[in-house]
């Protein structure tokens, strides 16, 4: 078939094709090989991918690299039993997004007998279906499990507070604590390129291991947007002290990271910024990091 033809199922009801590619949600239709046949226009906007790249594909594509292949097995396990599979589940856009969705998997028997097997997916990042896995993502980065970029900046409101009190409570002299920031940018973008998307993934989340390894209990590290780091270190006295978090910064991400069979080493960047002298809000002071290493 090729990739103007309607597929003969979606033929036999002509009125349902036209109500399909208008919903809202995606839907995708494949043969028994799952190659997909066709695909609405949702789906599209889902994947981020035209549908001349992914007709003929596989939607395995798709695929984000946080399930496993027992995963996906026990999927066609149920479908290959029940004609039918439920269920929430991460994939991977064009661009690299992770996006949570619900997906129902329908096998379906055409008047040609040939067997399809229908997809539709619903978007969950607002909906009630997803309000469990919102709740952690709330504070918590999918996949680093660190805090995300809400969740540094509450803690950096309760380090502000008690470095506000302690300003309020003492005299001027009496207090020589201070707070840093360390912006760190990791450059995957070579990585992501040669090994892929998932392996990059990986980095990051051994990069997440790596720096809160070195830090205190009273310390905070988050992943503040796609390949960065925000790290907030509370409780410093003197300005060599940021000089000896810098050095480990560097010291644990500087070995190589064996992804996947291989030794991969990182490139990356470190901005550092201090309260009071570099500014009082979060933004401000993330801003003063990332300016360093422009």
Known sequence: MSKNETPEI????????????????????????????????????????????????????????????????????????????????????????????????????????????????????????????????????FLTKIPNKLYLHASFNKIMNAFERDRHNYAAEEINNKVAIFYVNLNLNPINEQYGFVVGDQILQEAAKRLHSILRNSDVVGRFSGNSFVMIVSQIHIDATIKVFMHSIQTVLSSPFAINGFNINLNYKIGSSCLPEDGMEFEELVKAAKDQIK
């Open 10 to 141: 979606l033929n036999e009801t002509g009125w349902l094709y036209a109500c399909l590619d208008d919903m809202k949600d995606a839907v995708i239709l494949t043969d028994n090989h799952s190659n997909i046949i066709y695909a609405n226009r949702a789906y599209c906007d889902f994947t981020e991918y035209s549908l001349n790249e992914i007709l003929g594909q596989n939607p395995g594509m798709m695929r984000s690299g946080y399930h496993d292949k027992d995963f996906y097995k026990n999927i066609w396990d149920v479908v290959k039993t029940n004609d039918r599979w439920d269920g929430e589940i991460w994939n991977r856009s064009k661009s690299g997004r992770l996006y949570p969705l619900h997906l129902t998997i329908k096998k379906i028997i055409g008047n040609d007998q040939k067997t399809y097997y229908l997809g539709i997916l619903v978007d969950i990042k607002y909906s009630k279906l997803g309000v469990l896995n919102n709740l952690n993502l709330f504070k918590y980065d």
